[in-house]
């Protein structure tokens, strides 16, 4: 067995200078490579510019997923198949296609507690990163209290601007609490704006005539929820929870239950003997500590009735008189 080119000290200087240093990391096993398969110059250059190429594509994406504000664990390829949940596969195949964001057309996923509404919103975020489209992904309630304090520095239509700007913009929870007229005034001008110019996806626990409800101005909450739902891809999921999977159990926890400590035996004054043989049982046949025996005076009627017995000793035991 042949081994490992060693790479020069040369070469590793000039490859940092040239912002290439991670190549490092791959090229001795390439030039191994190139060596058993007897590659070409041009051959071997096209394979180390390669992975050089994958790896700042995925060091670029885990980035761009990053300033989204997108889970990294909710990816499409850590969907558990196996959860109790149902949904219009074809249509979740369209979704994944991306043709949704070049066409500007919005995304609304339905459904009850638990069943992975804000999971498949994430993973069409970060199929979204990869194919290089800008996204924000926000809890709604988070992105209109930050709206309404952006409104105390004069900073608002900064943030109003960001929003419109991304390709593809993720409100999760959209809805789920009443909104007053301000919230419905931010959600109206959002909306509006990116009516057939941008994608927008949304996931809600509540249906779309639910949320005309929930809106402070009847007039503002219908022209935006109808221009929304107008041009919208709806996806109604159905199930069980996915999160009483995830309750923790004993075994991963890896807690063990103690046995409680072993009780001690209170030495009292008529059982001299108990005490001795459960010293004697507990520690394994040692010799017993001597036990004191408690004696009482006799009170004043007990003292007229008969004279007190004088307390004997036992062998071995103390006598102590209170």
Not at 151 to 166: H, I, Q
Not at 175 to 196: F, S
């Amino acid at each position: 067995m042949s081994a490992t080119p060693i790479v020069s000290g040369e070469l590793k200087a000039l490859l940092r200078k040239v912002k290439l240093g991670r190549c490092l990391d791959t090229l001795p096993e390439r030039l191994a490579l190139a060596k058993t398969r007897s590659l070409s110059h041009g051959e071997f250059l096209e394979l180390v510019l390669a992975d050089e190429a994958t790896r700042r594509d995925s060091a670029s994406a885990v980035l761009r997923a990053k300033v989204a504000g997108l889970d990294p664990s909710m990816r499409l390829e850590h969907w558990d198949d196996s959860a109790a949940v149902t949904y219009d596969r074809a249509m979740w195949d369209e979704l994944c296609s991306l043709r949704f964001v070049d066409a500007a057309h919005n995304v609304v996923i339905m459904g009850p507690v638990g069943v992975g509404k804000t999971f498949l919103a994430t993973a069409l975020g970060h199929a979204c990163v990869r194919r290089r489209y800008s996204v924000h992904f926000e809890r709604t309630d988070r992105l209109l209290k930050r709206l309404k304090a952006s409104r105390l520095d004069n900073s608002r239509d900064a943030e109003v601007r960001k929003l419109l700007r991304v390709d593809v913009l993720v409100l999760d929870d959209f809805c789920l609490t009443a909104l007053d007229a301000t919230d419905t005034a931010e959600v109206y001008e959002i909306v509006v704006e990116r009516h057939r110019r941008a994608a927008t996806i949304t996931t809600s626990n509540r249906e779309p005539i639910e949320w005309l409800g929930l809106m402070a101005d009847a007039l503002l909450a219908q022209s935006a929820i109808d221009r929304l739902q107008s041009a919208a891809h709806e996806l109604v999921l159905d199930g069980e929870s996915y999160r009483r999977r995830q309750k923790p159990t004993v075994d991963e926890a890896g807690s063990r239950t103690s046995a409680p400590p072993p009780r001690r035996e209170r030495t009292s004054a008529d059982g001299p003997e108990r005490s001795r043989s459960t010293s004697a049982s507990g520690r394994g046949g040692e010799r017993p500590t001597p036990a004191t025996v408690v004696t009482r005076r006799p009170s004043a009627a007990s003292a007229t009735a008969a004279p007190a017995a004088p307390a004997r000793a036992l062998p071995g035991v103390g006598v102590m008189s209170l």
